[in-house]
Each structure stands twice: as C-alpha cells, then as structure tokens.
C-alpha cells in the first residue's frame, strides 16, 4: 500500500461523501468543486478514504447546507452518531448504541462515553461537554468506535473533534456573516460572526481570531402565579478564538491559542404533562409553570499550546492544555421541594415559597502530552506519546428557600411534642451541618482525578495492498473524592473521603487491505475503557423504605470495558463514494444510571453485560454537473445481555436480558442535496442554489426503565390545595417511548464572488419531537419531555474579503 505523507494543518474539505475524490479527467466542473479531505484521527494527517477504520468528517460546506448550529443538529447526519438533548448547555453523546442511561447535573463523578477534543485538546465533560459554535470550523471528525489507544478514557464509544481553522502565513483574508431569524409561535434570533486572518511577519507568524454572538429566540411559555411570561426559553452564545502561529525556523511551528465562551439561557426548553404545583389543570397555553425564573450559564477558558518540531525522519508534537469553567444550572425546584414538603406532613401554605435549586460547578484541568512519529516514506510509520492530566472539579447544590426553616420548625415541634420517639424531626438548626439557613438540601462535592498514560501505534505495510497496523496504551488513574451535606433532605455527610483507582491496557488491532486503487477493505478489533467510580449517599430522609432498601446498596461502580469487532468497505470511483461498516461491541460492566425514585437521587451501577451491533453506511453522488447527493443511515441493536435484580427477585429498573440500551435509535437516515447553476448577473459572477435535507431518528427511550410498564413512574401523587387540582396518576399522562421524528430544512441563495446571501427554512414541517424526558423525584414532583425548536424561517449573508 503506497503510503503518502501530508502536512497536518494544509486541510481544505467538503463534507464526507460530498462526492469521489478521484475524478475522472474529463469531469472539470465536478473536480472544480471538490477537494480532498484531509483529516487527523490517527494524529498524523492522512485522507479521509485512507483512515482504516470508520470516521465521518463533516465539514463547513457541509455545516451550511444542513443548517445546523450546534454538535445535535450535525449529528443528525452522521451515521450512529445520538446527542441526547437534557437542556441548555446540557447533552449526552453516544456513538454506536453504546449508552448506559441519562446522566444529570448531579452526577459529578460519572465520565463520558465519548471524548470530544477541540484540534489536539480534550474539553468532554459528562453531561456540560461544551457546545461550541462551529463557525470558522475546517471540519468536525468522528471516530467511531472506541479510541482508547490514543485518546484515552472516555472514548470507550468514540470520538469527536472540532478541528478549527489554522493561521495561514502570508495571507490576510477574512469573512463575515449576520443571520436573523423567526420562530414561529416564537421569538426573534440571530447572529453576527467574523473570522479574520491577519499577516504578521513574512513566512514567519500569522494570526487567525474568530468572534461570535448568537441571540436564540425562545419559543416555551411560563404559567406563573401573575400571568403567563412569553418566550422564557431565550438565551445567547458570545466567544472568540485567537491563535498565534509561530514559525522561526522552517522546521518549528508554535501555535499557542485562547478560546473563550460564554453561554446564558433563560430558561429550558421543557414542555409540562404534570407538575406538583397545577396537577394537570389548563395553564393558558403555557407550557410549563414556574414559581421563578430560571437560568444557565456556562463560561468557558481553553488555552493552549502546540508545537511541532520537524527532526527529520521522526517529528516531536508536544500539546499543553488549561481549562477553566464555571457553570451553574439554577432551576425552579419548588414543586420537588414540596412533593417532600407534603411526604413531612408540612403545613400546605408552605407550598406557596419559591425554591430555588442552584447547581455550580468549577472546573479546572491541565493536560499535557507529547509524542514522536516517524516522518519517512517507508513501509513502516509509528506514533509514541505519553499524557498527563490533573483536573479538579467542584460541584455545590443549594436551595434556597427563603421562610423554609418556620414550617420546619413547627413540624419539628409538633412531631417531637409528641408520645412516640419514631416521629421525631430534627429541627433546621440540627440538621444543617454549617450550611445556610432557609435551604433545606445543600452539599459539596470537590473531586480531583489524576491521570497518566503511555500510547503508541504502528503500522506495516507488508504488501503494496496490505497493511496491519497495532497498538495499545497503559493508564494510571486516581480519583478522591469528598462530600460534605446538610438540611432537612440530606444525609449530614462531613467531610467523607472516597477514593478510586485504575490501570490496565487497552490494545487494538487494524487491517486494511486494498482490492484495487478505488475498493479499501478494513477489518478492526479494540478495546476501550470508562473509569469508575463511587455512588452519592442517598438522599435517605426523602426515600421510601422500599426504594431505600433497593438502591440502598449500590455504593461503588466498577470500570466499563468493551470490545469492538468491526469490518467495512470503503470505495470512490468516478462521481460516488461509499462507506460502510458492520460491528459487534461486547461491553462488560456497562455504567448504567437509574433514577432513584422518591430519593431524588440518581444512583450508577454496574451490568455484567450488554451489547450492540449494526450495520453503518454513507453515501455521495454527484449524478450530474451541479447536484451533490449525500445519504447516511444506521440500524442499531443494542441490548442488555444480564438482568439486574433486588432483594425480593425483582428486576430493577428494566434492567433485563433483550431489552434495549436507553437514549439510542434502532434506526436512523439522513440525505440531503444541493443542486448549483451558473446565474451570472451582470458580470457579478453569480452562481444560484437550492439545497435541502432530511433527517429520520427512530423512538427511543430516556431511562432503561421507560420501556417496561408500570416502572420509570410513580403510581400517583397530586394534593387538593391552592394551586392543585386533587391526585392525578401520572402514569396515565405520558408516553414513556420517545417516539421518531423527522426534521426537513431547506435553503437557496446566491453566491457571488465576495458576497453570499441564503434563505433558509428549519424544521419546515414543524415536528414537535420528544428528545427526552424530563422527571422530576421520580415523577412525584414533575412530568415533561424536552422538546426541539418549532419551524424557523430567517436569512443569512456572509462577506469575504
């Protein structure tokens, strides 16, 4: 197999099956518009058909025709790709099927399945994985299957990465971009963009800086006890990233770089089938009901730096990264407050105070890898490297509820007043263990992970058609965490220390072997890990004695691992490209996440076994000058292969042999096209187009226990008071099987030398999907389903300079 060496950074792309990236010589037009994807998952540059194993690589030509804003709307078109949407700034990525459940806020300790890098640096975080605006973007990767040898723990299901713009020496170029938009039922958005590359020293620096501010129109209105508040889901992204590269020599290039982000939503896009509060009672046409507003922030400080030393026949790559986050989600507790309120027999005036539950996470990581690989034309090429990461991580939930602690004490009084010591309620002096008056449930939770590695991967070309490549990376981890709780919900943890630790080896194997210069066949077998990890303590002033006595015993959970098995295809002839895989993942000890019930706690625990397997493909055509045709499908099974039961024989949590892995499709299409025709107007030479696209994502469901009845729900709850309408049965009230949907966006404009203009349509047909549920206490508190944004009209212009 004839091995070719390309400059990492000189990328240029369409998207994934754009179309061939071979051509015929006589097609100059569709040549013209195509150009050879480079891309970096191996972390040596090499084409997208050339990479042995199966990735997509959607690029900024790509991003544009699909309308897509954000890692969900883009994921919609890559193959096994889910983002499972829990809310602003707040997602779950799963690559594959290989899911374990929803994670929530307060879940600080459990890791991701996917790792997500920015270029060369790490910024997944479970859950608040960072929703970066992919203007400026050379192309997003994902890596399926799992990457542990050379990105680590985390990518036990895959890999995603942003790959940005480079600074381009000798060049000043820019561009701009203004978007305004319309959500019907909705508000107003838009945004303003601009990327500049800026010359500094001849063949020697270059500065590239990219600036954004998106206003996102909201469209979910808000019963409250004064009216109804219009469009509360509103909310905005600004940032900017500045890379330096610098070149002193021509065989060094230094490329240090800050990206800053900050993200405000108002609101969440959740729709209400039941709250504590209203029961199920007409709120107006709203579609929610809050006490008080709600709000998340997330603000985001990446620096880093990367240099590249060309030492001739091996090259020396050292990548040091900082992260710095603050994050808080402050929401509108006050219908779990009192679903508990009501269980400690409170006066029911006290169901009229606001709660406010106030989740703050600090997050500050600094990584460090460097690594050697060879830098010659033979038939062997090898990659070695080592990596170290410190992260601390602090996560502090409060909820202030300002005249909480009288009702407190005058149930206190009456119950400790009382013959029968089994009563008793401690007051709120007692129970708040140093933390504030008025706020019935607070804790801290301060974890730091330390981790180091040692990776390599190596390949041989043993004939000019067939190459086997082989790898494999030792990990070290440890984790302490400690946690400190008070207030009437809490358990009064002081200062509790657990600790976690791991090390092993993830091996993989790779074959590729080309039947002609246009078919590549590949074959992979590897594995991949997830750290684990140690439980909350319940919330056990809240639980049942029967939820108390099922989740009670789940306190550590073991490290997932898993085998992947996959063999594909990869083919361009002429105008078509085809890729496609079949694969079979083996996972052991899968981390799967329950809601605790009426403990409002979330527990992880380990399941023996579980699998997926499927079949994935992509394809591009190009039938005629001027239409590009893209298509991508997948057809999933992922299951549970043990069953998971309590005390009594019963099975927890839907938690069976056969059924199905939680968050994920079975199946899942996507095509799209764009169709181009010379439209020269007055010598401007314009060039017109349409493009649309369609996306199809199979039901799915939140929590393993939604797909069995009478679990995942509470049997009833409600209360005749105030606001409330008498007992309700929740579980009559929602569709637990997040059922498929189809989205469809369309666009046309013109692009003319320096100047474009686009119309665009999102959601054309209006879907209101369920992309998740949202349960609050197990259900007693409150109902709903996390929706997507209704049909969006608006216009886009863009300059280049």
Not at 77 to 89: E, K
Not at 396 to 421: E, I, M
Request: proline letters at 4%; aromatic letters at 8%; charged letters at 20%.
């Amino acid at each position: 197999m004839q091995r070719r060496l390309i400059a990492a950074g000189t990328a240029t792309a369409i998207g994934l099956c754009m179309a061939p990236t071979v051509m015929a010589q006589d097609d100059v037009e569709a040549e013209a518009r195509q150009k050879t994807i480079i891309v970096t998952a191996t972390k040596r540059a090499s084409t997208l058909q050339e990479v042995p194993f199966s990735i997509n690589a959607q690029t900024a030509e790509d991003i544009e025709r699909t309308g897509a804003t954000n890692l969900e709307d883009l994921s919609r078109s890559v193959a096994g790709l889910i983002i499972q949407n829990l809310g602003p700034g707040q997602s779950q990525v799963a690559i594959r099927g290989v899911s374990a459940g929803q994670i929530v806020r307060d879940q600080p300790g459990v890791k991701e399945q996917v790792g997500v890098y920015v270029d060369e640096t790490v910024i997944s975080l479970s859950l608040f994985t960072p929703d970066l605006d992919l203007y400026d973007l050379n192309r997003v990767e994902t890596l399926r299957g799992p990457q542990g040898t050379l990105f680590g723990s985390g990518s036990v299901g895959g890999t995603i990465r942003y790959i940005t713009n480079q600074p381009v020496l000798d060049e000043f170029e820019g561009k701009v971009e203004a978007s305004i938009n319309t959500i019907e039922g909705g508000d107003i958005g838009g945004h303003l963009k601009g990327a500049v590359n800026i010359p500094l020293a001849e063949g020697v620096a270059a500065l590239r800086i990219v600036g954004y501010t998106t206003e996102y129109g909201g469209w979910l209105d808000a019963a409250t006890p004064t009216g109804i508040s219009d469009d509360v889901n509103s909310g905005n992204r600004t940032g900017i990233r500045a890379a330096l590269v610098f070149k002193p020599t021509p065989n060094l290039t230094i490329t240090p770089r800050v990206i800053y982000q900050d993200v405000q939503a108002d609101g969440f896009n959740r729709t209400e089938s039941f709250n504590f509060l209203t029961g199920t009672i007409d709120l107006g046409g709203a579609d929610q009901f809050l006490l008080l507003e709600e709000e998340f922030t997330d603000e985001t400080l990446i620096g880093d730096l990367t240099a590249e030393w060309d030492l001739g026949a091996v090259s020396l790559t050292s990548v040091s990264s900082y992260t710095d986050r603050d994050i808080l989600v402050s929401r509108d507790a006050s219908a779990l407050t009192h679903s508990v309120s009501l269980d400690l027999g409170f006066d029911p005036t006290s169901f009229d105070l606001p709660s406010n539950l106030r989740d703050s996470t600090a997050y500050e990581s600094f990584s460090q890898e460097v690594r050697l690989s060879s830098n010659t034309d033979g038939p062997l090429q090898w990659l070695v490297g080592a990596f170290y990461s410190d992260t601390d991580r602090s996560y502090n939930q409060r909820l202030p509820t300002p005249g909480y602690d009288a009702f407190h004490q005058a149930r206190s009084d009456f119950l400790n007043g009382d013959a029968d010591p089994t009563n008793d309620l401690p007051g709120p002096a007692v129970v708040a263990n140093g933390f504030p008056a008025d706020s019935p449930f607070n804790s801290d939770l301060d974890y730091t992970l330390e981790q180091t590695a040692i990776f390599g991967e190596a390949s041989y070309d043993l004939t000019d058609r067939l190459t086997v490549t082989a790898g494999g990376r030792y990990y070290d981890f440890d984790e302490t965490r400690t946690i400190s709780s008070g207030g009437v919900f809490a358990n009064g943890d002081s200062g509790v220390v657990d600790t976690t630790s791991s090390d092993g080896i993830t091996p993989r194997v790779l074959v590729a072997y080309e039947i002609n210069d246009t078919v590549t066949l590949n074959a992979q077998a590897s594995q991949g890990f997830r750290l684990g990890g140690v439980n909350d303590p319940l919330n056990v002033p809240l639980c049942s004695a029967q939820d108390a006595a099922i989740f009670g015993g789940f306190q550590n959970y073991d490290d997932e691992t898993l085998w992947n098995y996959e063999a594909g295809v990869k083919a361009q002839n002429g105008k078509v490209t085809f890729n496609a895989a079949v694969f079979y993942t083996d996972i052991t000890d899968l981390q799967t996440t329950l809601d605790a019930g009426s403990c409002s706690s979330r527990i992880v625990f380990n399941v023996e076994k579980a699998h997926t397997a499927g079949f994935e493909a992509e394809m591009g055509v190009s039938p005629v000058d001027g239409l590009d045709l893209n298509f991508a499908a997948s057809l999933l099974e992922a299951e549970f292969g043990s069953t998971v039961r309590d005390g009594t024989g019963a099975i927890i949590g839907g938690i069976e042999d056969g059924n199905r892995l939680p968050s994920v499709p079975k199946l899942q299409l996507s095509a799209s096209g764009t169709y181009r025709w010379d439209a020269a107007w007055a010598g401007l030479g314009t060039e017109a187009f349409v493009s649309g696209s369609v996306q199809h994502i199979g039901n799915r469901f939140t929590q393993p226990s939604d797909q069995i009845p009478g679990q995942g729900l509470p049997t009833a709850t409600g209360l005749a008071n105030g606001l409330l309408t008498g007992a309700e049965d929740p579980s009559t009230l929602v569709d637990l099987n997040l059922g498929s949907y189809q989205t469809v966006n369309i666009s046309a404009g013109l692009e003319m030398e320096n100047w474009d203009i686009v119309l665009f349509a999102n959601n054309l047909t209006d879907e209101n999907a369920n992309l998740s549920f949202d349960r609050e206490r197990g259900g007693r508190a409150r109902l709903g389903f996390r929706t997507n944004q209704p049909r969006t009209y608006g216009v886009t212009v863009r300059k280049q300079f």
